[in-house]
């Protein structure tokens, strides 16, 4: 699945190393993955989540707070399989929903990749699984045989369409996963005074049929402040969050909040 990002040829692996024909050659990192992040193409020496991103999405999704969305997602991409099925994780980040997949399509000889911009996240997420193949790259331009791909999943992730309907095959299935209106509602009324419900997006995309949307909601009780730290570190919120925010949340002993995503199916037309 996966080509040369110098020049588009395919890329098959040698040893430590995956060669094109042209000999271009990309080192095999320690833990599995391999980085196809072209230096001369970044905006940033480090794009994507930094580390503390990294680990705390890893710390709270490992203590399974969205198992209910790993379940749905599963049983969404179980819908849609088949044998030797090529699935593409799109902004994989450290991989708990890419590892999800791998044991959910175990029997059915599948090849999966995850793709992520993140060189911390592509790292920790091949050392979560050997069943992916785990790569750092941009999804808007993908190191991915055009056609190659039978399903695209994409959580929380940047989107782009043009690069998703290059790599799947026709009739393929785009998965996506967004946050619904009232995701983390108790944990943005708790930092902000006038919190927003997320927006609410319109289902149709360009160059896809949409096939159907799956809510899927609950709440989480997380009994520390270690945890609710984690949580808010993996969010965007960290980032657009003033001083006065981070000192409420500090001081939160527990918190209850609502989660809510939509999981949103297309096949490319
Ligand atoms: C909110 S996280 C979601 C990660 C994972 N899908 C999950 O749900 O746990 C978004 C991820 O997108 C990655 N990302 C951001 N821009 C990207 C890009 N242009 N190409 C690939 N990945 C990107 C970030 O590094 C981060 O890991
Ligand atoms: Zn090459």
Redesign the pocket.
């Known amino acids: 699945m996966l080509i040369c990002p110098k020049c588009g040829g395919s890329l098959a692996r040698e040893g430590k190393s995956f060669l094109c024909p042209q000999k271009h050659c990309f080192d095999i990192a320690k833990s599995g993955y391999v980085n196809l992040l072209q230096s001369n193409k970044m905006n940033s020496a480090l794009?994507?989540?930094n580390k503390l991103?990294?680990q705390s999405?890893k710390k709270f999704?490992d203590k399974g707070y969205y198992v209910i969305l790993a379940e749905a997602l599963c049983r969404t991409v179980s819908a849609h399989v088949c044998e030797e099925c090529r699935i593409l994780?799109?902004?994989?980040?450290?991989g708990?929903?890419t590892e999800k997949i791998t044991e959910t399509v175990k029997d059915m000889n599948a090849e999966i990749i995850g793709?992520?911009?993140?060189k911390t996240?592509a790292d920790y997420a091949a050392r979560r699984t050997k069943s992916a193949l785990f790569v750092a790259?941009?999804?808007?331009n993908m190191p991915v045989k055009s056609e190659s791909c039978n399903i695209v999943t994409?959580?929380?992730?940047?989107y782009c369409g043009e690069e998703f309907l290059r790599v799947l095959k026709r009739g393929g299935i785009f998965i996506m996963?967004i946050p619904a209106e009232r995701h983390l509602w108790q944990l943005k009324c708790s930092v902000y005074d006038e919190p927003y419900p997320n927006a609410v997006k319109d289902y149709r995309l360009d160059g896809f049929e949409f096939l159907g949307a799956e809510k899927v909601s609950g709440e989480i009780f997380l009994p520390s402040g270690e945890d609710i730290a984690a949580l808010f570190s993996?969010t965007p919120y960290f980032y657009k969050t003033g001083a006065e925010g981070h000192e409420r949340l500090e001081r939160l002993e527990s918190l209850a909040t609502e989660i809510g995503f939509e999981i949103l199916t297309y096949k490319k037309a």
């Open positions: 794009p994507g989540d991103m990294v999405r999704l994780d799109a902004g994989c980040g450290e708990y929903y793709i992520d911009i993140s996240a790259a941009s999804v808007f994409s959580l929380f992730a940047p996963v993996m």
